[in-house]
């Protein structure tokens, strides 16, 4: 694992060609990483976007998530995206869908992933499948990697954070046969106004998460000056964060001041608590 | 808005199935096997969850009625209760469902006749004994009243057995079905409350506590019984000043005939519960509280407890009888 400080608004990408990614790369200024790595790894200066090219099938977008999970050091809240093109027997050729529900030949459960609020794009099923199929009857969508991306996906974080986005580029019009590299690329960029609003969310509900679980403000402050276990600092950090709300930093210093050891901080801050008669009136 | 809603393939066709998803015309609906692929896996954040919930319409196999905690009671030797829904339209920020469910979509059971059975066979199975049923422990009982019809289907029950009492315990403004029947004796629509000043920061997207108290007035006029519930009870800056309005504002509205029972209820929460809402929510003032461990609980310290109970009580005393006053300790 690389020690790339977790930023907010982290954002992963899984895309199984590099004509799939190759808008969103531009887009994003993603840049290849200066490393040798498994799978070509793509990442922004501030280093909150990354893209993996996982190639095709369910094993690569498996083994390319969790690779990226590691590699890019990412965090519960950050927020994966799989975007690709899909067959499908229903829909328009051209248009971009939200995933709701994947299903595959292997297993006998479905999977559900949730979808963005308020959004107007439509949702479909989608299959994901080991070898391409060209009877498009039974399915919305088909593609080859959503269940796993999404299978090892929800394992490294909530699934609200994951978003399955597919294009429809074949069907029973549109036969398979025809797909070209730059038609891939060219499918991906017209829906790449709509790609961005979806991503965007994401990155609003990483940075959301983010600032949730910011350590309080005086944490380090408070760290630095004194020694506390593992359990004191747990402590500490609670009591920090249910303080701040109501007391500001000054407060807080003053108390602390003469404190000569780690319990007597955690007792003073205790006891400030105990003592918070909450004026109702101002929340 | 409903954006979802997730339905179990063996109940798609079932008559309730099909009226509930009359109402939500422009939903999405995706067939599921089984409400446990849904609610409650791993890897769910309830918080984000609760800002665009969906329904899962499900199929219950078993556990229809169970008994109801220790310290639950209004005065009956026996308590039970069900649930035909899982989570709440509500977002109290003390709600034991946020620190219970990983999951903040609404599961709602079809088969109420399931229910039926099961509270029949328990009334009979404890004949002797004077039983209260609490509906919807793990919801509010009401909220979603115009959507499910639970509590008009089972209010049919309790208009046969006459001896045994059911509450619905709710913080909804639901009127109906009961402003359109006749009151039935053994049923309470308890009420939960608190001051407004606290109720506004607290029960979020729960209706006000004016707009409780003046649906309660009515359908104490009708004749329905009352149960009031504070509970919990809030500690804060003039907490006295603030139940003391509160109480004497209801008790001047609603006659005390019309006064099934009256409780107070402490705040507490399990300390791992605790710990899992306080994860979800660090910046709510709730966890400026002086909460403290006692006893393996996060709760007030017992002298705040007993000073919030027995003054809120010694208030109550001055217009009904000891005999209505409980104390809920879960
Ligand atoms: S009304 Fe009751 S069940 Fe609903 S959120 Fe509030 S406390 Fe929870």
């Known amino acids: ?283 | 808005m409903i954006e979802t809603i997730y339905v179990e393939e063996v109940i798609k066709n079932h008559p309730r199935t099909k009226f509930i998803l009359n109402k939500f015309k422009k939903s999405r609906i995706i067939l599921i096997n089984k409400y446990g692929e849904i609610f409650n896996k791993r890897n769910q954040n309830f918080r984000i969850q609760k800002a665009n919930p969906s329904i899962i319409l499900a199929h219950k196999k078993d556990s229809f009625v169970l008994p109801a905690p220790e310290g639950f009671g209004i005065g009956s030797s026996k308590n039970f209760y069900f649930s035909h829904m899982y989570n709440c339209i509500y977002d109290c920020r003390y709600c034991f469902l946020q620190g219970m469910y990983s999951s903040a979509n609404y599961v709602i059971f079809v088969n109420f006749e399931d229910f039926d059975i099961a509270i029949k066979n328990t009334i009979k199975k404890n004949i002797n004994s004077k039983l209260t049923f609490f509906s919807g422990y793990d919801c509010d009982s009401l909220a979603l009243e115009n959507v499910t019809g639970f509590a008009k289907h089972i209010l049919s029950i309790f208009r046969t057995y006459t001896q045994t009492e059911i509450e619905f315990r709710t913080k909804s403004i639901q009127k109906q079905p009961f402003l359109s029947l006749n009151p039935i004796k053994n049923v309470i629509l308890a009420y939960s409350l608190m001051p407004e000043l606290m109720s506004n920061s607290l029960d979020n997207k729960a209706p006000s506590i004016s707009k409780r108290i003046s649906v309660i007035s009515e359908l104490a006029s009708k004749g329905w019984k009352i149960g009031l519930r504070f509970d919990p009870l809030i500690h804060g800056e003039n907490w006295k000043e603030l139940y003391k309005e509160l109480l004497e504002n209801i008790y001047k509205n609603i006659s005390p005939d019309c006064l099934h029972s009256v409780s107070f209820g402490t705040l507490r929460f399990p300390k791992r519960m605790f710990k899992d809402i306080f994860k979800l929510y660090p910046n709510e003032p709730l966890f400026t509280s002086p909460l403290s461990l006692n006893n393996k609980m996060i709760s007030y310290d017992i002298e705040i407890e007993e000073e919030m109970t027995s003054y809120c009580k010694s208030l109550s005393l001055m217009y009904i009888n000891e005999d209505r006053i409980f104390k809920c300790s879960i």
């Open chain 1, 1 to 283: 694992m690389n020690n790339f400080k977790i930023k907010n608004n982290s954002i992963r990408w899984v895309i199984a060609l590099k004509e799939e990614a190759q808008v969103i790369l531009d887009h994003y200024k993603l840049k290849l990483v200066n490393e040798k790595t498994i799978y070509p790894i793509y990442k922004n200066a501030q280093e909150t976007h990354w893209l993996i090219i996982s190639g095709i099938g369910r094993n690569n977008a498996a083994a390319s998530t969790a690779y990226l999970y590691a590699y890019s050091n990412a965090s519960k809240y950050t927020s994966w995206i799989n975007i690709g093109i899909a067959g499908a027997g229903k829909g328009n050729y051209g248009d971009l869908y939200l995933v709701d529900k994947i299903s595959n030949y292997n297993k006998k459960k479905s999977t559900y992933p949730s979808t963005l609020p308020k959004t107007t794009l439509p949702k479909m099923h989608l299959f994901t499948s080991d070898i391409p199929i060209s009877d498009y009857s039974t399915y919305e969508l088909i593609d080859m990697e959503g269940s796993a991306f999404f299978d090892i996906a929800s394992k490294l974080t909530s699934k609200e954070f994951i978003c399955l986005m597919k294009v429809i580029s074949d069907g029973p019009k549109n036969d398979i046969k025809e797909i070209t590299k730059s038609k891939i690329s060219n499918l991906i960029k017209v829906n790449l106004f709509n790609i961005i609003d979806v991503v965007s969310y994401y990155e609003r509900l990483s940075q959301e998460e983010f600032q949730i679980i910011d350590k309080p403000k005086l944490f380090n402050e408070i760290k630095s000056k004194w020694h506390f276990s593992t359990t004191q600092s747990f402590k500490l950090e609670t009591l920090l964060r249910r303080i701040e709300i109501f007391c500001n930093r000054k407060d807080i210093e003053k108390i602390i001041k003469n404190c000569e050891t780690s319990n007597s901080v955690i007792h003073v801050l205790s006891s400030k608590i105990k003592n918070n008669l909450v004026n109702w009136s101002k929340f």
